[in-house]
């Protein structure tokens, strides 16, 4: 059975848009995914531009999947609307001053790195790559672990029981 990571190579576009409030004057988030192909960048690249945003396309990362995180993948390809998972951070040193980091398909990934505090947004995932993922959770799929019965701890009056025993010995 094939156990090696499978990999996609996808370029991330963020947006900076224009807000009107006191607090920011403007927002950072990821909006989409382009498949690598001879058009992608070796460095960011403005992609589109309007008066109140501009998009920059940046160099492909790697979707890559793997086996131990299959179940984490069917919780999400099952929901009623899949995601790709991309994180990113500031970047101040760098134009445009944010850079994507990381992109996956797992809830619990990016359950984990919102848990760490980074920045996360869920993309909307096409119908192709929706089956692609399924399609690798399935084949890595690990059944249910069977669960132990439980115990009740021992409180000191021989009752092994919730509920315990009344002062004559027998069960309340």
Avoid: C
């Avoid at 848990?115 to 192709?128: A, F, I």
């Amino acid at each position: 059975m094939e156990t090696s990571p499978v990999t996609l190579r996808l370029a991330v576009i963020m947006e900076r848009r224009v807000l009107h409030n006191k607090w920011a004057d403007h927002a950072w988030e990821a909006r989409a995914l382009l498949p690598e192909g001879p058009e992608s960048p070796d460095a960011p690249r403005v992609f589109a531009q309007s008066a109140e945003s501009i998009q920059w396309l940046f160099p492909p990362l790697d979707l890559t999947l793997y086996t131990d995180e299959a179940d984490n993948y069917l919780l999400n390809v099952t929901a009623a609307e899949p995601r790709i998972f991309v994180m990113w951070r500031p970047d101040e040193d760098f134009d445009p001053p944010v850079r994507p980091m990381q992109i996956s398909a797992s809830y619990g990934e990016a359950a984990r790195w919102m848990d760490s505090g980074e920045k996360v947004d869920g993309l909307t995932m096409p119908p192709d790559m929706r089956d692609w993922v399924e399609d690798f959770a399935r084949r890595f799929q690990k059944p249910p672990e069977p669960r132990k019965p439980k115990r009740f701890a021992k409180t000191g009056d021989g009752n092994t029981h919730y509920g315990g025993v009344n002062g004559d010995g027998r069960e309340r």
